[in-house]
């Protein structure tokens, strides 16, 4: 079965740019769709079919997807960006990563 | 603005069983596929169940096949889970998921608790 691979943790110093990575199998051939959920609220789409920001994010959030790498880019991190985010594909299911805890230092 | 809002957790015991509820507003509910996806204390996200809109088509995680049947009354502009067989594993908040080729718009989500 299909699986993403994301890193448990990533820290990014206040005003610099975090990399959250989604690793699969050829994931450059699936849209990838990406998360965010703070403490205790639900997840909020900030990015979907690989590159595209729903109304409301800001243009710090970026994606990219090539190969078997899916990466969201958060440029310029400040500390309301403190979440954890989850990448999500669908094959023959939906899937989710397992999510990423990203610390603004 | 869209709304969704679930309803119907608590705490049940091993082999019980539940219904879930999520009523929808502010979208016209009957063009939409719905999803319910929930999560484990302190774990990730994990899809539970999907169903077209006009509820013809409908899918499951492996996880819950059998047990669990998803619904939705479009007249009542709602959505629903019947779990059966309930497990300690399956422990979780359980969101509903508005799918527009992606999750656009989750509610908060109902806690289920299953402990004897």
């Known amino acids: 079965s299909y699986e993403l691979t994301q890193p448990l943790s990533v820290s990014v110093a206040l005003g610099q740019t975090a990399r959250i990575t989604c690793g699969g199998n050829n994931i450059g051939s699936k849209n990838v769709h990406w998360y965010q959920q703070k403490p205790g609220q639900a997840p909020v789409l900030v990015i979907y079919r690989d590159s595209n920001r729903p109304s409301g994010i800001p243009e710090r959030f970026s994606g990219s997807n090539s190969g078997n790498t899916a990466t969201l880019t958060i440029s310029r991190a400040q500390a309301g960006d403190e979440a954890d985010y989850y990448c999500q594909v669908w094959d023959s299911s939906i899937l989710f990563g397992g999510g990423t805890k990203l610390t603004v230092l | 603005e869209v709304q969704l809002v679930e309803s119907g957790g608590g705490l049940v015991q091993p082999g019980g069983s539940l219904r879930l509820s999520c009523a929808a507003s502010g979208f016209t509910f009957s063009s939409y596929e719905m999803n319910w996806v929930r999560q484990a204390p302190g774990k990730g996200l994990e899809w539970v169940s999907y169903i077209s809109s006009s509820g013809s088509t409908i899918y499951y995680a492996d996880s819950v096949k059998g047990r669990f049947t998803i619904s939705r009354d479009n007249a009542k502009n709602s959505l629903y889970l019947q779990m059966n067989s309930l497990r300690a594993e399956d422990t979780a908040v359980y969101y509903c998921?508005?799918?527009?080729?992606?999750?656009?718009?989750w509610g908060q989500g109902t806690l289920v608790t299953v402990s004897s």
């Open positions: 998921a508005r799918w527009e080729g992606a999750f656009d718009y």
